[in-house]
Each structure stands twice: as C-alpha cells, then as structure tokens.
C-alpha cells in the first residue's frame, strides 16, 4: 500500500509538474503515513493537486481520521508558508470566530509545521488538525492530518508531529518533467 500512495503523489506530481518552467526540477515530497490509509479522493485545481485518504475501517462520510496531501507547481508571488499560515489563521477565524486555537510548533524559511484545533458548535466537529507546509523553489506542499476528538492523545500528537517533521523533497534535476 506504502509503495501505491506514492506511485499515486508521484504521477500526479509529474502531471502538475508538466506546466512548470523548462528549467524546473521534478520533485517529490516523501513522507509515510503507514499501510492502514485508503486512498478516497482526488482532485486536480489547475493550480494544484490534492490527494486525501481515511483509515481503513473509516466510512468517507463518517471518518474519525483523515490525511490529505496537498501539493502545485510554485508560481510567482507565492506567498511563504509564515505567511500561508497566517492568511489561514485569519480566514478560518473569520468564518469560524473564536472557535479555532492555534499553535506554531515549528518553522524556518521553507517550512511551518502547526496544529490547530476546531471546537464543537453547532455548525462545526470537534476537530484537531496538524498540518506542515513545505515552499520550494520551483513547487509547493501541504501535509494535514485531521482527527476528530476533543484532544489528540499525547502519543498520536507526537507520532504525526514526527511524520510531518519528517518529509523530505526529492528533487531529480536530470529528469524530464512530463507532458
């Protein structure tokens, strides 16, 4: 399954990577999320892709967990991901005021590593989120894991934090980008 998860990301990479500039570089984001996530969604912007997964036992319309991979080609302007995160943080407060709780675990140039937590109202879930946004030069990647819970237990929260701490971008500059 670990191997299909990423021949999947790296397909739909290489499709978005097509559009990129003819002196970009093919990269891929490695991560692992485990063998026990099912692949139930595509979707394909135009300007980027996403590719979303619930552990296996879940229903997609009743799931207690979700991971999503999100990934584009860099255009110019791009904002960097301090300021992703912080264009998110507002607009999520706006739509959802003095319901949501956030929390910067980490950061750099390139990389904000964040989690944020979703209180129950009537119109929302509980939720817990840790979520990673990764710029490089030439594209662009978001790793968001979701929970449904109160409280993410001690050991998840370090486990996914791990996971998302741990990522890497592979960049070939020897491949040719597919058309």
């Given amino acids: 399954m670990k191997k299909l998860i990423l021949r999947v990301a790296i397909v739909c990479l290489l499709s ?12 891929v984001l490695k991560f692992n999320i485990g063998d026990d996530w099912k692949t139930v969604g595509h979707s394909d912007t135009g300007s980027g892709h996403s590719i979303r997964y619930i552990r296996d036992g879940d229903d997609i319309n009743h799931w207690k967990e979700t991971f999503t991979y999100l990934f584009g080609v860099r255009r110019r302007g791009l904002r960097p991901p301090e300021k992703e995160f912080s264009t998110l943080e507002a607009d999520t407060e706006k739509q959802w005021p003095g ?7 980490a950061k750099d140039e390139d990389s904000i590593l964040y ?33 449904r819970v109160h409280e993410l237990a001690p050991d998840t929260r370090a486990q996914w934090i791990k996971i998302l701490s741990d990522a890497t971008v592979s960049t070939d500059s020897s491949a040719t980008p597919a058309h």
């Fill in 16 to 27: 978005s990577v097509g559009a990129a500039a003819a002196d970009s570089h093919i990269e």
């Fill in 99 to 105: 319901l949501t709780d956030w929390n910067v675990i």
């Fill in 115 to 147: 989690e944020w937590h979703m209180k129950w109202s009537a119109r929302t879930h509980e939720e817990c989120n840790i979520s990673r946004i990764i710029h490089t030069k030439y594209n662009w990647f978001t790793l968001l894991y979701v929970a």
